[in-house]
């Protein structure tokens, strides 16, 4: 059913009585409700898509910025141990 076979009906049920005519205007709604519902499904689909997107670039963003602070406080440790051993062999007896 095309969008013209669904106009000649909905003419022809307004020409009839006030009852046809409820019929048609329910019709018009019907379809009407119909587009709304397939424009913002499209519309939650296009957002899902990019947040699903933003969400993986900072999932990379924050395992990076891990990757770095790990390797950092490895570094910070591994210092400070060097530090210990400096100091306890420079202690007098």
Do not use: H
């Not at 119909?34 to 395992?63: C, H, M, P, S």
């Amino acid at each position: 059913m095309n969008p013209t076979d669904v106009k000649s009906i909905i003419d022809t049920a307004s020409s009839q009585s006030d009852r046809w005519l409820f019929i048609a205007l329910l019709v018009i709604g019907l379809i009407v409700v119909w587009g709304l519902f397939k424009y913002f499904t499209a519309q939650i689909a296009a957002v899902t898509t990019q947040l699903n997107e933003l969400n993986k670039f900072v999932r990379d963003e924050q395992n990076d910025v891990i990757g770095k602070c790990t390797v950092a406080l490895d570094q910070n440790t591994r210092t400070l141990e060097e530090i210990r051993a400096l100091k306890l062999s420079q202690r007098p007896l």
